[in-house]
């Protein structure tokens, strides 16, 4: 099966900063790919030049073979294929639970409202908050905002689901209850990319974990031996600090 | 070792309740606090009693001349005298019903906007027919109505005609500013910029003199453009820039992931504003829009340096009556009254939509 994410020597920079370095990167179709690493390692910059919320400098970056570049077109069509959950949910305020579900399906794919509702419940079902549909986002708990924002992006029916550490801004109680979400998305085959400090998460459905430090991909592997044999010292303390405490 | 069980919640101590623990926390907490306690109730007891007597215990109600006010108290007789004057102008006497119509229609409008939920098209609808069926019934000239020019327009049903044109056009011109200023397109954000700035650095007098004066000057030789019409453009523009301020105040206050999360979706960029960024803004912009509006409403008032005569301009006219010479204080009292009622209206509205249309609510 062919790569449904590519990217080759991406490069980028925040002004004189170099944040991301040669990035080198294939994603299969229906691959887990979890991209770990300190803070300010680039790894959400990564993930977010994906569907271009970050624009890269320099190198190519496909998407179903479709360069991600400044050609609204493919821009367009790239977005349709790409859902993205953030870590601080980015609801729409304004919009009750269902409105905030079916706006992509109305407004960027066309479909009838009476479609879009059908859509939107199943999934809301299938994140176990469907008698939630009337209420407004800052109603709900935490958990429940991401939830939420999981179904918003399975509405598009997308491709790829990028995660931007979706369970940073969680309380503690309520990250499982978003990780079990997750964790049965990726048993059902979607391409997921995250981004997240949750090594049981990676541990538990990752094909593959990657690690990053200072812009640069430093190390992937497999689970098994991203965690039992780390290869280069970076990784063996990092794998240190975050599992020993 | 040792396990606390939760507690039920009490009230508060009895000291803390009650009106005299209110009298005590909020006028006279401090000595500085009971002096300036002493000092406002002195200062209501100056200005109270004696324009309670004025307005109501010596004035005078009754009659339809000047001879009839005898008392030391106000004179409503001239108010209640030339309340058609102060409504409509010099509008001909005999075909009030026309204006009395369009005022009564606006409410029955404002009314209906009320009850009828959600903005639909019929709402859009009934905004941009309902100005031409009362420009058809105002100025008459179509369906054997007879001409009534603006000029004889007037008083209250020219200050509310200027005020919601003026509010209903500066809006979505000020959108358009406000989306121009924000624009990544240099031209646009520059031009944007330029207007902004040079309408908010000019005094709307400046603004309503060249309305009225400089633009003829680009119109063909023959060509008299009415002059109700260049104020209202005049104003419209005018406040247009204040409003694109508000907006842009607004924009400020929605959160970059907003923006990112209508990207990622995959919606174009007039979705996202449409959808998105604008209706938020325009919520977190609410009091100083309204504010905006609350000083359009008041500044309509300066039509009258270009001759048109408006609710405040008609208390001139009218006390220059030779029958009813000095009755200026009851007229401005009065119409000081009717401005307080509109812009208070006003502000009451604000204060329910702001209640609406919270996005924070809980519950």
């Not at chain 1, 400098?57 to 790409?82: A, F, T």
């Not at chain 2, 508060?12 to 623990?21: C, H, M, Q, S, V």
């Not at chain 2, 204040?242 to 907003?258: C, D, H, L, T």
């Not at chain 2, 009091?287 to 300066?302: A, E, Q, R």
């Amino acid at each position: 099966m062919s790569n449904i994410i590519e990217m080759k020597g991406v490069n980028k920079w925040y002004g004189d900063f170099h944040v991301l370095k040669d990035i080198n990167l294939d994603v299969k179709k229906g691959e887990i790919v979890v991209v770990a690493g300190p803070s300010g390692s680039g790894k959400s910059t990564l993930i977010r030049c994906i569907n271009r919320l970050e624009e890269h400098q320099e190198g190519i970056i496909r998407v179903k073979g479709i360069e991600v570049n400044s050609d609204i077109k493919n821009l367009r069509q790239i977005r349709s294929n790409v859902a993205m959950v953030f870590q601080h949910f980015n609801l729409f305020p304004h919009l009750s639970v269902l409105e905030n579900l079916i706006l992509a399906p109305i407004w960027v794919y066309k479909k009838p409202k009476k479609e879009a509702i059908e859509t939107a419940m199943y999934y809301l079902n299938k994140v176990n908050i469907a008698d939630q549909a009337n209420k407004y986002p800052n109603q709900l708990s935490g958990g429940q905002q991401q939830r939420v924002a999981i179904a918003r992006a399975l509405c598009k029916n997308p491709d790829i689901m990028l995660f931007d550490e979706p369970t940073s801004a969680l309380d503690p109680e309520m990250i499982k209850e978003v990780l079990d979400v997750m964790i049965n998305l990726a048993q059902e085959g979607k391409t997921m990319v995250v981004v997240t400090h949750e090594m049981g998460f990676a541990k538990k459905v990752a094909n593959r974990v990657i690690f990053m430090d200072e812009g640069q991909i430093v190390e992937e592997n497999d689970p098994q031996n991203f965690f039992h044999n780390p290869q280069s010292d970076r990784l063996k303390l990092f794998l240190k600090q975050i599992l020993n405490h | 070792m040792a396990v606390y069980p939760l507690k039920p919640a009490r009230k508060p101590p009895l000291k803390e309740r009650g009106l005299i623990a209110w009298l005590r926390k909020n006028l006279l907490s401090s000595p500085f606090n009971i002096a300036l306690t002493i000092f406002g109730v002195a200062i209501l007891y100056m200005i109270i009693p004696p324009f309670i007597k004025w307005a109501f215990i010596d004035a005078n109600f009754v009659g339809n001349s000047k001879a009839d006010c005898t008392g030391d108290g106000a004179c409503w007789v001239f108010i209640k005298e030339k309340l058609n004057m102060f409504i409509f102008g010099f509008y001909p006497q005999d075909i009030l019903w026309r204006p009395k119509v369009v005022m009564l229609g606006l409410v029955a409008l404002l009314i209906f906007a009320k009850f009828v939920k959600g903005f639909n098209k019929l709402k859009l609808f009934l905004i941009v027919i309902y100005p031409i069926i009362g420009y058809i019934l105002l100025h008459g000239g179509y369906f054997g109505l007879e001409v009534v020019e603006t000029s004889k327009w007037g008083g209250l049903l020219l200050t509310l005609i200027i005020a919601s044109v003026g509010i209903v056009l500066s809006f979505p011109i000020g959108v358009i500013l406000a989306l121009g200023r924000q624009s990544k397109l240099p031209i646009i954000r520059s031009l944007s910029i330029f207007y902004i700035e040079l309408i908010r650095g000019v005094p709307l007098i400046t603004v309503l003199f060249m309305a009225s004066v400089v633009l003829p000057l680009f119109f063909p030789q023959g060509v008299d453009f009415d002059k109700l019409a260049r104020a209202l453009i005049g104003i419209s523009l005018f406040e247009a820039a204040y409003v694109a301020e508000n907006i842009r105040s607004g924009f400020q206050a929605i959160p970059k992931g907003q923006y990112e999360a209508a990207d990622s979706l995959g919606l174009t960029y007039w979705q996202k504003m449409g959808l998105i960024i604008l209706p938020q803004a325009i919520r977190v912009t609410i009091p100083n829009l309204v504010g905006t509006f609350i000083s359009l409403f008041k500044d309509t008032s300066l039509v009258m340096i270009i001759g048109l005569f408006d609710l405040l301009s008609m208390v001139n006219v009218a006390a220059n009556d030779r029958d009813w010479l000095g009755m200026e204080t009851e007229g401005y009292v009065f119409v000081a009254f009717i401005f307080w009622i509109f812009t208070f209206g006003m502000s009451l509205y604000s204060k329910y939509l702001e209640k609406k249309l919270d996005i924070n609510k809980k519950g």
